[in-house]
């Protein structure tokens, strides 16, 4: 590890691009690391970019949120990452899967002629469920596994209707829920606290975006509490 950064030295840097460029043994050796602390929760920022890495820090926690804003560029990179995401998440169960039917299938689709390619990851589930309901059923859970919610950040009166809209977008588009955790307000205490060098929650814990980040932290905290008892109520049977 680096005294300075505390980044583990076998990842390779690049500034230019500001990504980590993390290899497959890396990512396993960071699994079991993070496994073993003796906390309730552990927040990884992985930052930008699809590379398999990457997706693979995230499908790694037990709930991935998505930091994204209202500008349309921001929110196509956002479905372009949870394409990738799923995409990656399909061709792991293809690697790991026993079930050869349900492999084959996902092997064929992927393998497709340009003009019969499946549009999107609701398409592969479609037509898996028209052909298989139940091996249909196992894909949408593996792909549910990681849970998945947006916060919509830098947001104005106007953005108010963004909140159904790509909820429903990513459910046409990916076939499993996304959750949102909400919009958080744009706000000139953003700007102030970081030249202050001070957090947002201390510069001004009353500001509008301070308020909404704590809901937004309520309801993360909700939704969590709710998957591990569902865990461990599965885990019981």
Partial sequence: ????????????????????????NVVKSLRRELKSLKYDYVILDV??????SILDLF????????VTTPEPTSTENMYRFLKCLFLHRIKKI???????????????????SPHQKVKTVSDILGQLKALDPSRGEILSRLLGDTAISIIMNQTRPADKHMRPNIKKACFDYFGVPIGYLGDIAFDNAVSDSIRKRTPLAVYDSRSAAASDMEASLDRLL???GDEQSRTALNNAF
């Fill in 1 to 24: 590890y680096s005294a300075t950064s505390g980044i583990p030295s076998r990842i390779a840097r690049s500034a230019g691009a500001r990504r980590f460029l993390i290899s497959a």
């Fill in 47 to 52: 930052g930008p970019g699809t590379g398999s």
């Fill in 59 to 66: 499908l790694m926690a037990d709930h991935g949120i998505l």
């Fill in 94 to 112: 293809i690697n790991s899967q026993n079930d050869t039917g349900l492999k084959n299938f996902l092997i064929k689709v992927l393998k497709s």
């Fill in 222 to 224: 909700e939704v969590v």
